[in-house]
Nanobody
Framework: QVQLVESGGGLVQPGGSLRLSCAAS????????MGWYRQAPGPQRELVAS???????NYADSVKGRFTISRDNAKNTVYLQMNSLKPEDTAVYYC???????????????WGQGTQITVSS
């Protein structure tokens, strides 16, 4: 089994910054794509940013220029540096990882438990 543990959420004023971390542990052979998603009240969960093992990055248009995703493959950890935060960034943020648990095993997606980000004055 694989666990993803997130940290770094909280309350921040508009224009402020936060850094999220997500560490994967357990039965891990390798991790392909790692990413951050967010869900405001409602059913839709949207992609915020993703990064491949080789470092290819994708951002949602709404966060380009403000958020930076990075990862440490040796630590199986992904980070999200969030700057110039806006009230509309308020949501529960989830990390996701595409994990291969062994040689010739299929990839499976795992999710973190979610961390609340509230941007408010």
């Amino acid at each position: 089994q694989v666990q993803l543990v997130e940290s770094g959420g909280g309350l921040v004023q508009p224009g402020g910054s936060l850094r999220l971390s997500c560490a994967a542990s357990g039965s891990i052979f390798s991790i392909n794509v790692m990413g951050w998603y967010r869900q405001a009240p409602g059913p839709q969960r949207e992609l915020v940013a993703s990064i491949t093992r080789g470092g290819s990055i994708n951002y949602a248009d709404s966060v380009k220029g403000r958020f930076t995703i990075s990862r440490d493959n040796a630590k199986n950890t992904v980070y999200l540096q969030m700057n110039s935060l806006k009230p509309e960034d308020t949501a529960v943020y989830y990390c996701k990882a595409g994990v291969i648990s062994g040689l010739y095993r299929p990839e499976s997606d795992y999710w973190g438990q979610g961390t609340q980000i509230t941007v408010s004055s």
